[in-house]
């Protein structure tokens, strides 16, 4: 089976910097591109940013210049800076994978962090 864990959430002030890891374990062969999005109440879940495997990245409008999104094997972070109070939301992880050589591949979801930021 395949998880994915998400920590690093937590209460921040406005400003502050969190740093959010989410790491892929189970039955993994490969992992293409893993995400960060975030959802808040009564609204779609959106895009925050992604990173292929091949290391090119995608952002949000609102995350360019303050969110960097990495990955390091199986896991992927995302590191929050200046963060504002509209950056309040739960954040999810999401990771397309293939579980074995002979299958295809599929998406997988985290089950989110809380970020909240104080103003």
């Known amino acids: 089976q395949v998880q994915l864990v998400e920590s690093g959430g937590g209460l921040v002030q406005a400003g502050g910097s969190l740093r959010l890891s989410c790491e892929a374990s189970g039955s993994i062969y490969s992992i293409g591109v893993m995400r960060w999005y975030r959802q808040v109440p009564e609204k779609q879940r959106e895009l925050v940013a992604g990173?292929?495997?091949?290391?090119s990245t995608n952002y949000a409008d609102s995350a360019k210049g303050r969110f960097t999104i990495s990955r390091d094997k199986n896991t992927v972070y995302l590191q929050m800076n200046s963060l504002k109070p509209e950056d309040t939301a739960v954040y999810y992880c999401?990771?397309?994978?293939?579980?074995?050589?002979?299958?295809?591949?599929?998406?997988?979801w985290g089950q989110g962090t809380r970020v909240t930021v104080a103003s």
């Open positions: 999401y990771a397309g994978l293939r579980p074995s050589l002979a299958g295809g591949g599929y998406g997988y």
């Open positions: 990173v292929t495997s091949d290391g």
